[in-house]
């Protein structure tokens, strides 16, 4: 049974690990992401995450165009909105207070919000459909998957997922990081990279909701996604930085706009 426990210790050396080994026992690679909720047939969103030296970009393809560039090496996230031409900055220490404080709020909050702060969540991986089953009452991952190419590759994958986990936490109604980290934990310890991961979540009482998430993985980068790496760095250096609360402000509102 897997516990949650990341200490930043552990954080920190698996940065130094993916650093010294990721890059540079493995070239660039790219992950184009589908999210679906079930039964809907269209994405929720859509996603190209490219893996290049010690950076990750991560893209929404979809409105509202936004960038993610975390800085594996200064344990950093820069976030772009192109449409508002800003950024602002997020630094890991400033995350794991983040996520630690969501943590303790959630210890008098729903039962989900509860689980999720410490989740318990047993494995059973079944090889010959290399399928990974993390699985709880509330809360069940359903993982199809492949081998990772490379320890290098399934590491800077684990520290990325990892991390942007942890950044998800940020979005106003989030619930705390500790299911997916043991997710990421589970696939590192196989070796294993996800191809498809079907999250269910049933509350007492009410409908299972389930969130399906496709993952295409891509071991050379192409001219266009050059020129998107090169354009997110523009944008970086050319637009304005404004504060977390600044940034976030129209998912803020929007959020108060639905709970009315």
Known sequence: MLRLGC??????????????????ELGDFRIDSRVY??????PLARNTTIFSGDKVYDFALEEPFEAAIFQTSSQLFVLIDESRQMQTHLSGDELLKFTAALQVRAQGASPLARFAAQPELPVTWDASAQQLVLSSPLWTYTVQTQPAPSAAAGGRYRLF??????????????????????????????????????RSITLSGQATTVTRSQHDYHWQLTHDDRQRLQRADQHQARFERVDLPTYLQPRIAARRSSSR
């Open 7 to 24: 200490s930043l210790a552990l954080t920190l050396l698996l940065v130094v690990d993916s650093l010294v080994g990721g890059a540079a």
């Open 161 to 198: 997922a990892d991390w942007y986990a942890r950044l998800n936490t940020t979005h106003p109604g989030a619930l705390p990081p500790g299911p997916r980290l043991l997710l990421n934990a589970a696939l590192l310890e196989r070796h294993l990279l996800p191809l498809e991961i079907r």
């Open 37 to 42: 909720i079930e039964p809907r047939p269209e």
